[in-house]
Protein backbone atom coordinates (compact mmCIF):
# COMPACT_ATOMS: atom_id res chain seq x y z
CA UNK A 1 0.00 0.00 0.00
CA UNK A 2 1.98 3.31 -1.19
CA UNK A 3 1.31 6.99 -0.51
CA UNK A 4 -1.56 7.52 -3.00
CA UNK A 5 -3.81 5.25 -1.23
CA UNK A 6 -3.87 7.24 1.36
CA UNK A 7 -6.71 9.22 0.38
CA UNK A 8 -9.14 5.90 1.77
CA UNK A 9 -7.63 6.53 4.93
CA UNK A 10 -10.62 8.76 6.32
CA UNK A 11 -13.03 5.90 5.29
CA UNK A 12 -10.67 3.48 6.90
CA UNK A 13 -10.79 5.23 10.02
CA UNK A 14 -14.81 4.96 9.87
CA UNK A 15 -14.79 1.44 9.16
CA UNK A 16 -12.25 0.45 11.77
CA UNK A 17 -14.76 2.28 14.57
CA UNK A 18 -18.23 0.72 13.59
CA UNK A 19 -15.74 -2.56 13.44
CA UNK A 20 -15.20 -2.44 17.00
CA UNK A 21 -18.76 -1.47 17.68
CA UNK A 22 -20.16 -4.59 15.72
CA UNK A 23 -17.22 -7.24 17.16
CA UNK A 24 -18.55 -9.60 19.91
CA UNK A 25 -15.74 -8.40 21.73
CA UNK A 26 -16.02 -11.37 24.62
CA UNK A 27 -15.82 -13.66 21.82
CA UNK A 28 -12.54 -12.12 20.52
CA UNK A 29 -10.92 -11.83 24.00
CA UNK A 30 -11.85 -15.84 23.95
CA UNK A 31 -9.81 -16.51 20.24
CA UNK A 32 -6.66 -14.33 21.43
CA UNK A 33 -5.03 -16.96 20.57
CA UNK A 34 -6.27 -17.56 16.96
CA UNK A 35 -5.67 -14.56 14.67
CA UNK A 36 -7.21 -16.64 11.68
CA UNK A 37 -10.58 -16.81 13.24
CA UNK A 38 -10.35 -13.26 14.55
CA UNK A 39 -9.51 -12.39 11.19
CA UNK A 40 -12.83 -13.99 9.88
CA UNK A 41 -14.93 -12.23 12.30
CA UNK A 42 -13.39 -8.84 11.15
CA UNK A 43 -13.84 -9.49 7.77
CA UNK A 44 -17.43 -10.38 8.43
CA UNK A 45 -18.37 -7.14 10.42
CA UNK A 46 -16.69 -5.01 7.73
CA UNK A 47 -19.43 -6.91 4.88
CA UNK A 48 -22.10 -6.33 7.52
CA UNK A 49 -20.87 -2.39 7.63
CA UNK A 50 -20.62 -2.38 3.78
CA UNK A 51 -24.03 -4.40 3.56
CA UNK A 52 -25.70 -1.29 5.81
CA UNK A 53 -24.36 1.16 4.14
CA UNK A 54 -22.95 2.91 7.24
CA UNK A 55 -19.90 3.14 4.87
CA UNK A 56 -18.30 1.28 2.02
CA UNK A 57 -14.77 0.05 1.13
CA UNK A 58 -14.12 -1.96 -1.95
CA UNK A 59 -12.91 -6.24 -1.63
CA UNK A 60 -9.58 -5.79 -2.43
CA UNK A 61 -9.25 -2.81 0.66
CA UNK A 62 -11.66 -5.06 2.91
CA UNK A 63 -9.09 -7.90 2.96
CA UNK A 64 -6.04 -5.26 3.85
CA UNK A 65 -8.35 -2.81 6.80
CA UNK A 66 -9.61 -6.38 7.87
CA UNK A 67 -5.62 -8.17 8.63
CA UNK A 68 -4.40 -4.04 9.68
CA UNK A 69 -7.12 -4.72 12.00
CA UNK A 70 -6.70 -7.83 12.86
CA UNK A 71 -2.84 -7.06 13.78
CA UNK A 72 -4.01 -4.05 16.06
CA UNK A 73 -6.25 -6.84 18.29
CA UNK A 74 -3.38 -9.37 18.57
CA UNK A 75 -0.88 -7.19 18.32
CA UNK A 76 0.34 -3.54 18.05
CA UNK A 77 -0.91 -2.72 14.82
CA UNK A 78 1.82 -1.52 11.99
CA UNK A 79 4.68 -1.39 14.25
CA UNK A 80 3.67 -5.27 15.30
CA UNK A 81 6.56 -6.82 12.82
CA UNK A 82 8.94 -3.74 13.36
CA UNK A 83 8.88 -4.85 17.56
CA UNK A 84 10.04 -8.45 16.28
CA UNK A 85 12.34 -7.33 13.79
CA UNK A 86 15.71 -7.84 15.68
CA UNK A 87 17.27 -6.10 13.15
CA UNK A 88 15.52 -2.79 14.35
CA UNK A 89 17.14 -0.73 17.20
CA UNK A 90 14.50 2.34 17.05
CA UNK A 91 10.99 2.74 15.93
CA UNK A 92 10.27 6.56 15.57
CA UNK A 93 6.22 7.51 14.27
CA UNK A 94 5.66 10.75 13.56
CA UNK A 95 1.77 10.45 12.96
CA UNK A 96 -0.34 8.32 11.31
CA UNK A 97 1.54 7.46 8.09
CA UNK A 98 5.25 8.79 8.66
CA UNK A 99 6.72 5.19 10.46
CA UNK A 100 10.78 5.39 10.97
CA UNK A 101 13.22 2.45 11.80
CA UNK A 102 17.03 2.61 12.48
CA UNK A 103 19.03 -0.45 11.49
CA UNK A 104 22.52 -0.42 11.63
CA UNK A 105 22.72 3.38 12.50
CA UNK A 106 20.31 4.12 9.82
CA UNK A 107 17.38 5.60 9.82
CA UNK A 108 14.93 4.90 6.47
CA UNK A 109 11.38 5.53 6.25
CA UNK A 110 8.83 2.25 6.34
CA UNK A 111 5.95 1.53 3.88
CA UNK A 112 3.96 0.96 6.90
CA UNK A 113 1.03 3.32 7.83
CA UNK A 114 -1.58 3.14 10.53
CA UNK A 115 -5.38 3.01 9.34
CA UNK A 116 -6.00 6.98 10.92
CA UNK A 117 -5.09 9.02 13.75
CA UNK A 118 -7.36 7.64 16.01
CA UNK A 119 -5.71 4.39 16.18
CA UNK A 120 -2.77 5.53 16.29
CA UNK A 121 -3.60 7.11 19.88
CA UNK A 122 -5.58 4.05 20.85
CA UNK A 123 -2.67 2.14 20.41
CA UNK A 124 -0.44 4.84 22.00
CA UNK A 125 -2.46 4.26 24.94
CA UNK A 126 -2.76 0.72 24.94
CA UNK A 127 0.70 0.23 25.58
CA UNK A 128 0.89 3.30 27.94
CA UNK A 129 -1.67 1.49 29.91
CA UNK A 130 0.67 -1.70 29.97
CA UNK A 131 3.53 0.07 32.01
CA UNK A 132 0.25 1.59 34.63
CA UNK A 133 0.43 5.05 33.18
CA UNK A 134 -2.20 7.43 31.47
CA UNK A 135 -1.91 9.10 28.26
CA UNK A 136 -4.62 11.88 27.81
CA UNK A 137 -4.64 15.91 27.88
CA UNK A 138 -3.77 15.97 31.57
CA UNK A 139 -0.80 13.69 30.76
CA UNK A 140 0.68 14.53 27.09
CA UNK A 141 4.05 13.12 27.80
CA UNK A 142 4.67 9.96 28.89
CA UNK A 143 8.38 8.20 29.20
CA UNK A 144 8.80 4.97 30.64
CA UNK A 145 10.40 0.96 30.05
CA UNK A 146 7.40 -1.79 28.46
CA UNK A 147 7.43 -4.80 29.59
CA UNK A 148 10.15 -6.30 27.65
CA UNK A 149 12.88 -3.72 28.98
CA UNK A 150 12.33 -1.20 25.40
CA UNK A 151 11.86 2.58 26.40
CA UNK A 152 9.05 4.27 25.16
CA UNK A 153 8.19 7.67 24.70
CA UNK A 154 5.25 8.99 23.68
CA UNK A 155 3.60 12.75 22.70
CA UNK A 156 0.39 13.56 21.57
CA UNK A 157 -1.42 16.99 21.33
CA UNK A 158 -1.40 19.89 22.96
CA UNK A 159 2.00 19.10 23.11
CA UNK A 160 2.79 17.59 19.91
CA UNK A 161 2.03 20.10 17.43
CA UNK A 162 1.45 17.86 14.70
CA UNK A 163 -0.30 14.95 16.30
CA UNK A 164 0.77 11.59 17.63
CA UNK A 165 4.46 11.25 18.03
CA UNK A 166 5.59 8.04 19.54
CA UNK A 167 9.40 6.60 19.92
CA UNK A 168 10.42 3.07 20.64
CA UNK A 169 13.96 2.62 21.55
CA UNK A 170 13.91 -1.65 21.76
CA UNK A 171 15.43 -3.60 24.17
CA UNK A 172 18.27 -5.93 22.68
CA UNK A 173 17.78 -9.57 23.09
CA UNK A 174 21.07 -10.19 23.96
CA UNK A 175 24.18 -8.12 25.51
CA UNK A 176 27.50 -7.52 23.37
CA UNK A 177 30.12 -8.89 24.18
CA UNK A 178 34.02 -6.92 23.14
CA UNK A 179 34.44 -9.75 20.84
CA UNK A 180 31.30 -8.46 18.96
CA UNK A 181 32.29 -4.93 19.32
CA UNK A 182 35.53 -5.90 17.73
CA UNK A 183 33.61 -7.95 14.64
CA UNK A 184 31.60 -5.23 13.97
CA UNK A 185 34.39 -2.33 13.77
CA UNK A 186 33.71 -0.44 17.04
CA UNK A 187 37.21 -0.63 18.07
CA UNK A 188 40.25 -3.39 17.75
CA UNK A 189 41.43 -6.20 20.25
CA UNK A 190 44.32 -4.03 21.93
CA UNK A 191 41.59 -1.47 22.92
CA UNK A 192 39.15 -4.07 24.14
CA UNK A 193 42.02 -5.44 25.97
CA UNK A 194 43.35 -2.38 27.36
CA UNK A 195 39.50 -1.17 29.14
CA UNK A 196 39.30 -4.96 30.25
CA UNK A 197 42.40 -4.48 32.01
CA UNK A 198 40.88 -0.65 33.29
CA UNK A 199 37.73 -2.61 34.33
CA UNK A 200 39.32 -5.52 36.08
CA UNK A 201 41.86 -2.61 38.07
CA UNK A 202 38.85 -0.56 39.42
CA UNK A 203 39.43 2.18 37.06
CA UNK A 204 36.63 5.16 37.31
CA UNK A 205 35.37 5.20 34.09
CA UNK A 206 32.81 7.18 32.21
CA UNK A 207 31.85 6.25 28.71
CA UNK A 208 30.31 9.72 26.33
CA UNK A 209 28.44 9.82 23.58
CA UNK A 210 25.46 11.73 21.78
CA UNK A 211 21.99 9.50 21.33
CA UNK A 212 21.93 5.98 19.69
CA UNK A 213 26.21 6.08 19.87
CA UNK A 214 26.31 3.13 22.04
CA UNK A 215 27.03 4.35 25.18
CA UNK A 216 25.02 1.50 26.91
CA UNK A 217 26.35 -1.08 24.94
CA UNK A 218 30.10 -0.09 25.97
CA UNK A 219 29.13 0.21 29.35
CA UNK A 220 27.13 -3.53 29.29
CA UNK A 221 30.46 -5.14 27.93
CA UNK A 222 32.77 -3.34 30.70
CA UNK A 223 30.52 -4.55 33.52
CA UNK A 224 31.52 -8.18 32.24
CA UNK A 225 34.67 -7.76 34.17
CA UNK A 226 33.69 -6.93 37.17
CA UNK A 227 34.44 -9.60 39.92
CA UNK A 228 31.57 -11.88 40.76
CA UNK A 229 32.50 -11.15 44.59
CA UNK A 230 31.75 -8.06 44.28
CA UNK A 231 28.20 -5.67 44.65
CA UNK A 232 27.54 -3.84 42.35
CA UNK A 233 24.51 -1.30 42.35
CA UNK A 234 22.69 0.00 39.57
CA UNK A 235 21.23 3.12 39.19
CA UNK A 236 19.26 4.06 35.86
CA UNK A 237 15.88 5.74 34.39
CA UNK A 238 14.95 2.96 33.01
CA UNK A 239 16.76 -0.42 33.52
CA UNK A 240 18.68 -1.73 30.06
CA UNK A 241 21.59 -2.58 31.95
CA UNK A 242 22.64 -5.96 31.42
CA UNK A 243 25.27 -7.55 34.43
CA UNK A 244 25.64 -11.43 34.69
CA UNK A 245 26.51 -11.44 37.80
CA UNK A 246 25.18 -12.92 40.95
CA UNK A 247 25.44 -9.79 43.19
CA UNK A 248 23.89 -6.91 41.80
CA UNK A 249 21.10 -4.77 43.02
CA UNK A 250 19.15 -2.69 40.53
CA UNK A 251 17.16 0.35 41.00
CA UNK A 252 14.89 2.63 39.20
CA UNK A 253 14.06 6.29 39.17
CA UNK A 254 10.60 6.94 39.89
CA UNK A 255 7.86 9.55 38.01
CA UNK A 256 5.94 10.85 41.09
CA UNK A 257 2.44 11.74 41.02
CA UNK A 258 0.28 15.15 39.35
CA UNK A 259 1.18 16.58 43.03
CA UNK A 260 4.96 15.50 42.80
CA UNK A 261 4.44 12.68 45.62
CA UNK A 262 6.20 9.39 45.27
CA UNK A 263 9.16 10.92 42.74
CA UNK A 264 12.40 9.00 43.37
CA UNK A 265 15.09 11.06 41.59
CA UNK A 266 18.72 10.05 40.43
CA UNK A 267 20.33 11.93 42.66
CA UNK A 268 17.80 10.09 45.39
CA UNK A 269 18.82 6.52 44.25
CA UNK A 270 22.67 7.49 44.41
CA UNK A 271 22.68 9.09 47.87
CA UNK A 272 20.99 5.72 49.26
CA UNK A 273 22.77 3.31 47.04
CA UNK A 274 26.31 4.49 49.47
CA UNK A 275 24.02 3.67 52.43
CA UNK A 276 23.76 0.18 50.71
CA UNK A 277 27.47 -1.09 51.10
CA UNK A 278 28.14 -1.24 47.49
CA UNK A 279 31.81 -2.23 45.63
CA UNK A 280 30.85 -0.87 42.46
CA UNK A 281 28.30 1.82 41.35
CA UNK A 282 27.08 1.95 37.94
CA UNK A 283 24.73 5.13 37.02
CA UNK A 284 23.07 4.55 33.79
CA UNK A 285 23.35 8.08 32.58
CA UNK A 286 24.70 10.85 34.32
CA UNK A 287 22.48 14.31 33.56
CA UNK A 288 22.71 16.78 36.77
CA UNK A 289 22.80 17.13 40.36
CA UNK A 290 23.49 13.47 40.87
CA UNK A 291 26.92 14.38 38.91
CA UNK A 292 28.51 15.60 42.66
CA UNK A 293 27.72 12.33 44.42
CA UNK A 294 28.54 10.05 41.55
CA UNK A 295 32.14 11.87 42.06
CA UNK A 296 31.92 11.74 45.68
CA UNK A 297 31.54 8.03 45.46
CA UNK A 298 34.44 7.13 42.72
CA UNK A 299 36.62 9.33 45.08
CA UNK A 300 35.82 7.42 48.68
CA UNK A 301 36.38 3.53 48.30
CA UNK A 302 33.97 2.42 45.31
CA UNK A 303 36.24 2.63 42.79
CA UNK A 304 35.92 0.84 39.22
CA UNK A 305 32.51 3.20 38.97
CA UNK A 306 30.98 3.85 35.88
CA UNK A 307 28.61 5.97 34.25
CA UNK A 308 27.58 7.55 30.64
CA UNK A 309 26.74 10.97 29.89
CA UNK A 310 25.67 13.19 27.00
CA UNK A 311 28.85 14.65 25.02
CA UNK A 312 30.57 14.98 21.58
CA UNK A 313 34.06 14.64 23.40
CA UNK A 314 35.64 14.07 26.13
CA UNK A 315 36.40 17.72 27.04
CA UNK A 316 32.66 18.32 26.25
CA UNK A 317 32.49 15.36 28.76
CA UNK A 318 34.43 17.14 31.29
CA UNK A 319 32.76 20.41 30.67
CA UNK A 320 29.45 19.10 31.26
CA UNK A 321 30.48 17.53 34.38
CA UNK A 322 31.97 20.70 36.42
CA UNK A 323 28.01 22.30 35.26
CA UNK A 324 25.95 19.75 36.50
CA UNK A 325 28.36 19.90 39.97
CA UNK A 326 27.91 23.78 39.31
CA UNK A 327 23.93 22.41 39.58
CA UNK A 328 24.79 20.85 43.32
CA UNK A 329 27.35 22.73 44.46
CA UNK A 330 27.01 26.15 43.36
CA UNK A 331 29.28 27.70 46.02
CA UNK A 332 31.94 25.47 45.24
CA UNK A 333 34.82 27.44 43.44
CA UNK A 334 35.35 26.35 39.39
CA UNK A 335 38.94 25.60 40.75
CA UNK A 336 37.87 23.18 43.54
CA UNK A 337 35.67 21.45 40.64
CA UNK A 338 37.96 20.89 38.18
CA UNK A 339 40.08 19.15 41.31
CA UNK A 340 37.16 16.86 42.48
CA UNK A 341 36.98 16.03 38.54
CA UNK A 342 40.43 15.29 38.70
CA UNK A 343 40.83 13.05 41.19
CA UNK A 344 37.85 11.23 40.86
CA UNK A 345 37.82 10.16 37.08
CA UNK A 346 40.54 7.93 35.25
CA UNK A 347 38.81 7.71 31.80
CA UNK A 348 36.34 8.88 29.27
CA UNK A 349 35.37 6.44 26.60
CA UNK A 350 34.13 8.47 23.51
CA UNK A 351 31.74 6.57 21.53
CA UNK A 352 30.23 8.19 17.89
CA UNK A 353 27.74 6.95 15.69
CA UNK A 354 29.29 8.02 12.03
CA UNK A 355 26.88 9.59 9.48
CA UNK A 356 27.15 6.08 7.50
CA UNK A 357 25.94 4.34 10.32
CA UNK A 358 29.13 2.83 11.78
CA UNK A 359 29.10 2.92 15.53
CA UNK A 360 32.95 3.58 16.86
CA UNK A 361 34.89 4.43 20.08
CA UNK A 362 36.32 7.74 18.70
CA UNK A 363 38.88 7.98 21.45
CA UNK A 364 39.95 6.57 25.24
CA UNK A 365 40.98 9.56 27.30
CA UNK A 366 43.33 8.84 30.55
CA UNK A 367 42.50 11.97 32.96
CA UNK A 368 45.77 12.89 34.72
CA UNK A 369 45.23 15.93 37.05
CA UNK A 370 45.23 19.33 37.32
CA UNK A 371 47.69 22.15 36.08
CA UNK A 372 47.48 25.56 36.18
CA UNK A 373 43.63 25.09 36.89
CA UNK A 374 42.65 23.45 33.61
CA UNK A 375 42.36 19.22 33.86
CA UNK A 376 44.85 17.56 31.88
CA UNK A 377 44.56 14.62 29.58
CA UNK A 378 46.07 12.08 27.02
CA UNK A 379 44.49 10.28 24.12
CA UNK A 380 45.73 6.28 24.74
CA UNK A 381 43.62 5.61 21.44
CA UNK A 382 42.09 7.14 18.98
CA UNK A 383 40.16 6.67 15.67
CA UNK A 384 41.77 8.60 13.13
CA UNK A 385 39.56 9.00 10.00
CA UNK A 386 41.41 8.53 6.63
CA UNK A 387 39.60 11.15 4.28
CA UNK A 388 41.18 9.71 0.88
CA UNK A 389 40.40 6.01 1.69
CA UNK A 390 36.73 5.09 0.67
CA UNK A 391 35.10 1.68 0.68
CA UNK A 392 31.72 2.53 -1.26
CA UNK A 393 30.01 4.70 1.17
CA UNK A 394 31.94 3.35 4.96
CA UNK A 395 33.90 5.76 6.09
CA UNK A 396 37.91 4.14 6.53
CA UNK A 397 39.94 5.14 9.27
CA UNK A 398 42.66 3.48 11.73
CA UNK A 399 43.17 2.92 15.36
CA UNK A 400 45.78 4.92 16.63
CA UNK A 401 47.60 4.11 20.29
CA UNK A 402 49.31 7.13 21.84
CA UNK A 403 50.73 4.53 24.56
CA UNK A 404 50.19 5.53 28.60
CA UNK A 405 52.03 8.55 30.12
CA UNK A 406 54.44 7.33 32.98
CA UNK A 407 52.43 8.81 35.81
CA UNK A 408 49.35 6.89 34.68
CA UNK A 409 47.01 5.61 37.64
CA UNK A 410 46.13 2.75 36.23
CA UNK A 411 50.16 1.27 36.39
CA UNK A 412 49.87 1.84 39.90
CA UNK A 413 46.24 -0.15 40.34
CA UNK A 414 47.68 -2.84 37.91
CA UNK A 415 50.99 -3.47 39.54
CA UNK A 416 48.12 -4.42 42.93
CA UNK A 417 45.80 -6.41 41.06
CA UNK A 418 48.83 -8.18 39.64
CA UNK A 419 48.07 -6.99 35.75
CA UNK A 420 51.24 -4.92 35.33
CA UNK A 421 52.80 -7.58 33.22
CA UNK A 422 49.64 -8.08 31.16
CA UNK A 423 49.31 -4.13 30.59
CA UNK A 424 53.13 -3.43 29.75
CA UNK A 425 53.12 -6.27 27.11
CA UNK A 426 50.04 -4.89 25.58
CA UNK A 427 51.04 -0.83 25.68
CA UNK A 428 54.58 -2.04 23.76
CA UNK A 429 52.23 -4.60 21.02
CA UNK A 430 49.73 -1.54 20.64
CA UNK A 431 52.28 1.21 20.40
CA UNK A 432 54.34 -0.93 17.83
CA UNK A 433 51.25 -1.99 15.59
CA UNK A 434 48.88 0.32 14.60
CA UNK A 435 45.52 -1.33 13.99
Known amino acids: MDNKEFKFSSEWGKVRE ?6 NLD ?15 VQTAIREINSSGAA ?6 LNVLASM ?9 PIDSLMKDETVNDILINGPYSIYVERGGILSKTDKFFISDRQLLDIARRLVNKVGKNLDEAHPLVDSRMPDGSRLNVVIPPIAIDGVSMSIRKFGTGRRTFHDLIHSGSLDENMANFLVIAARCRMNIIVSGGTGSGKTTMLNALSGFIGEHERTITLEDAAELKLQQDHVVRMETKVGGDDGRGKITMRDLLVNALRMRPDRIILGECRGEEAFE ?11 SMSTLHANTAKDALSRLESMIIMAQSELPISAIKRYISSSINFIIQ ?12 SITEVLGIETDNIVTHDVFK ?11 KIQGEFI ?11 ESAQYYEMSEVLEKLMLNAVGIKA
Open 18 to 23: LVFQVL
Open 69 to 77: ICDEIVGYG
Open 401 to 411: CNGLVKRSALY
Open 27 to 41: LIEHLKNEPNQILRE
Open 294 to 304: MLQAMNTGHSG
Open 383 to 393: FKINDEKKEGS
Open 351 to 362: VSRLPDGQRKVM
Open 56 to 61: YISADE
